[in-house]
């Protein structure tokens, strides 16, 4: 279950550009080590040694996800950016199969349009958080058309919430109406 949560926009975008400075000073230090430890130990005096330049490289970055993976995502200045990683993670789920979404809509399923809800909800903070309101108002028309759409039905149109359990729902629906 993701729960969208209230964030302040200024505070989100110097928190994950000041961890996204973070990644990549220790992704190119690692890349830069792991590479000339590598022609150290393998390499040729005067020869080529792309090879052992680019396998030091693959393995700072692999080392650079473990450590991102392992260490920094569970520390509290990540939190932004991994929220920002989770949300979007999540929107592009939905983007994913937004025909099969529409069409549950369209034929008024009530779990289609919280996930169609929830999906505008979304992108609006994402598009709030990153500073991008050009987006935004490119889709205005159509979110106050479904909001109203949910409050015509009696529904909850504060879909913060997203179950997988939504997602996996519509998409069997599909496959079964496939067949």
């Known amino acids: 279950m993701f729960e969208l949560q209230e964030l302040d926009a200024e505070h989100y975008r110097s928190q994950t550009r000041r961890s996204t400075l973070i990644v990549c000073v220790i992704l190119a230090a690692l890349c830069s080590l792991m590479a000339a430890a590598s022609i150290a130990l393998f390499g040729e005096p005067g020869g080529s040694n792309f090879r052992w330049n680019l396998g030091g490289v693959i393995v700072g970055l692999l080392l650079t996800i473990a450590v991102v993976r392992v260490y920094l995502w569970p520390q509290p200045w990540m939190a932004p950016a991994v929220y920002g990683f989770r949300l979007k993670r999540n ?8 025909h099969q979404v529409e069409a549950a809509v369209a034929d008024g399923d009530h779990t289609g349009m919280r996930v169609l809800r929830f999906y505008h ?3 609006i903070q994402m598009h ?11 889709m205005v028309r159509q979110i106050d058309q479904h909001r109203e759409c ?9 879909q913060n919430r997203l179950d997988p359990a939504w997602l996996e729902d519509i998409a069997s629906r599909w496959r079964q109406a496939k067949r």
């Open 91 to 98: 929107l592009m789920k939905i983007t994913n199969m937004l």
């Open 121 to 123: 909800l979304g992108l």
């Open 128 to 138: 709030t958080l990153e500073g991008n309101s050009t987006a935004i108002s490119d």
């Open 150 to 158: 949910l409050i015509d039905q009696g529904m909850d149109p504060e």
